[in-house]
């Protein structure tokens, strides 16, 4: 059974640019997380989903952050127009119900220039 | 707004000592959960406690929840070099989301 799985594991962007990130969520799970953690600093919270549905969104920034998790396909965390500060690893974890362990994917590591 | 403290935030241990690190949180939760994280990788689910006195070991670790005192705390007996890595604990007193502690910067000398 593979575990969760994020694509890309590392990516470049310029200032003003887009990011998207992806997430596949464990075989059989469908609730999604995504964390993010800045460099020196613990995990915070950003948005939990479930198929189609943004359950809980208040770890997100106002602007240019959105996420979705398709009846089709990965979960995505996009965002627009990045600025330096975004440079963090930005996690995505799985489970199969709500309130149950949470598995995390490798991460991916987004450095903005 | 809910509150997870861990102390130590750096632990440096020698091989074979033993010691405890400490996770208080602030508002009520019966579950709480510990994960290990060595550097530039993810997050490694060690412990799910779910009930007051609950307490799971695997290997050198153990951990234990007090929910009436808010705290829970994870023990490392005969430490070894493979245990360095940083330790989260994280409460989700909603279901929805976990709040995690500073973590425990980890590091055993030989």
């Known amino acids: 059974n593979a575990g969760v799985m994020q694509n890309p594991r590392h990516l470049v962007r310029r200032r003003g640019q887009e990011a998207r990130l992806r997430c596949s969520p464990m075989k059989g799970h469908s609730h999604v997380y995504w964390y993010r953690q800045l460099p020196e600093e613990g995990l915070k919270f950003m948005v939990y989903l479930q198929k189609e549905n943004i359950i809980d969104e208040s770890g997100m920034p106002k602007e240019r952050f959105s996420a979705e998790f398709p009846k089709e396909g990965p979960s995505i965390l996009r965002i627009q127009q990045v600025v330096r500060g975004d440079s963090a690893a930005y996690f995505c974890?799985?489970?199969?119900?709500?309130?149950?362990?949470?598995?995390f994917g490798p991460g991916t590591r987004l450095t903005v220039l | 707004e809910l509150k997870v403290e861990q102390n130590p935030l750096f632990l440096s241990m020698q091989e074979g000592k033993n010691y405890t690190i400490y996770c208080n949180y602030s508002?009520?939760?019966?579950?709480l959960y510990w994960y290990r994280q060595d550097p530039g990788k993810s997050l490694e689910s060690l412990f799910v406690?779910?009930?007051?006195?609950a307490v799971k070991q695997e290997g050198r670790l153990m951990a234990s929840l007090d929910t009436k005192a808010r705290l829970s705390t994870l023990h490392i007996t005969a430490a070894v070099h493979d245990l360095s890595a940083t330790y989260f604990c994280?409460?989700?007193?909603?279901?929805?989301?976990?709040?995690f502690g500073e973590g425990t910067q980890l590091t055993v000398n030989p």
């Open positions: 406690l779910l009930s007051n006195g």
């Open positions: 994280a409460v989700d007193p909603s279901g929805s989301r976990l709040t």
């Open positions: 974890a799985s489970s199969p119900y709500r309130s149950d362990t949470q598995y």
């Open positions: 508002t009520t939760s019966d579950r």
